[in-house]
């Protein structure tokens, strides 16, 4: 769906957090408006509103795009239960907007329609589920506020297995044969094979984007705290390699599917590769297509 104007400065981190996670799945499965709209049910509108964060989308439109981008359920549920708990925490007074794939979604203040979530439809005694609901929504919210492994101070240490600096939540902890397993960690990485050194076990795809016949992928390592880049099919393509904001920079070999990697995490890493006069580009939260015909860029 191309560049896009960065989030607003007032959304809940909950929000920001759900949003970008949207966008990932549309850019993954090459998606735009008029294509969700007619996949989803939901109108063209209604998903511009829900990409750019002016309304919370309700959960079956966020299903229905994890469906289509294969995402795991339980983990994207999290997600809209934390937004939806911040938007109601804004302004809990404030009226329900309708939901539904002929109507528009909650906008920032308002609370989440019963509708939009078939658990939490009212019954005889609906007020007492509804309260369970929201109470457990809360703590998910607390614990995504709090992000307990950012560091600093005691009480914000990373636990047992979460990576420094972890670029979202959840994270799920690794027991002590997984990070035996792994032979390097973090700098020590630099430039190794990430599957010789068994970096891939675990290993998450932190944003992808398809174009031209092929699929660009930039992955991160949890284990080995590593980022590198891949590309699906190595034909017809050059130049593929990572790069972070640090300057460091591994190319991936001629022929190669595959880069070695940087000791980073994936926030400060890029990945490019040029297919057909145009460099495909990902990032943690962003992705690009540039022309590069006549520029003698490779």
């Given amino acids: 769906m191309g560049r896009r104007q960065p989030l607003r400065d007032d959304l809940s981190v909950e929000a920001v957090r759900l949003v970008r996670e949207l966008r990932q799945y549309v850019d993954r ?8 709209a007619t996949k989803t049910g939901y109108s063209r509108s209604s998903w511009l509103r829900y990409l750019n964060g002016s309304r919370l989308p309700p959960w079956p439109a966020v299903a229905g795009l994890g469906r289509l981008a294969q995402a795991d359920a339980g983990h994207l549920r999290v997600l809209w239960e934390a937004a939806a708990q911040a938007w109601t925490r804004e302004n809990v007074s404030a009226p329900t907007a309708p939901s539904g794939p002929a109507g528009s979604a909650l906008t920032p203040g308002t609370a989440p329609s019963p509708a939009a979530n078939p658990s939490t439809r009212r019954t005889p005694r609906g007020t007492g589920i509804l309260t369970a609901v929201a109470a457990a929504c809360a ?3 607390a614990v995504l506020l709090a992000r307990p492994w950012d560091g600093g101070t005691a009480a ?5 297995g979460a990576p420094s600096g972890a670029p979202a939540w959840p994270w799920p902890l690794h027991d002590a044969m997984d990070r035996a397993a792994v ?6 990485c630099r ?3 990430p599957y010789r050194k068994q970096c891939d076990r675990g290993s998450v795809a932190v944003h992808r984007l398809g174009a031209y016949g092929h699929v660009l992928t930039l992955r991160y390592s ?3 705290r590593a980022s590198w880049a891949e590309v699906d099919t190595p034909a017809a393509t ?14 991936a070999a001629a022929g190669g599917a595959y880069t070695a990697m940087v000791g980073s995490g994936p926030d400060a890493a890029r990945a490019t590769v040029v297919v057909h006069g145009h460099q495909l580009g990902v990032g943690r939260y ?4 540039h022309d590069l015909t006549g520029s003698g860029r490779a």
């Fill in 29 to 36: 499965c090459e998606l735009n408006a008029a294509t969700l």
């Fill in 139 to 141: 703590m998910v919210a």
């Fill in 156 to 160: 914000g240490r990373p636990p047992d």
């Fill in 183 to 188: 032979t390097c960690r973090a700098a020590g």
């Fill in 191 to 193: 430039g190794l094979d």
């Fill in 222 to 224: 949890r284990l080995c």
């Fill in 238 to 251: 050059t130049g593929l390699r990572i790069s972070t904001t640090g300057g460091d920079e591994q190319p």
């Fill in 286 to 289: 962003d992705s690009w297509v």
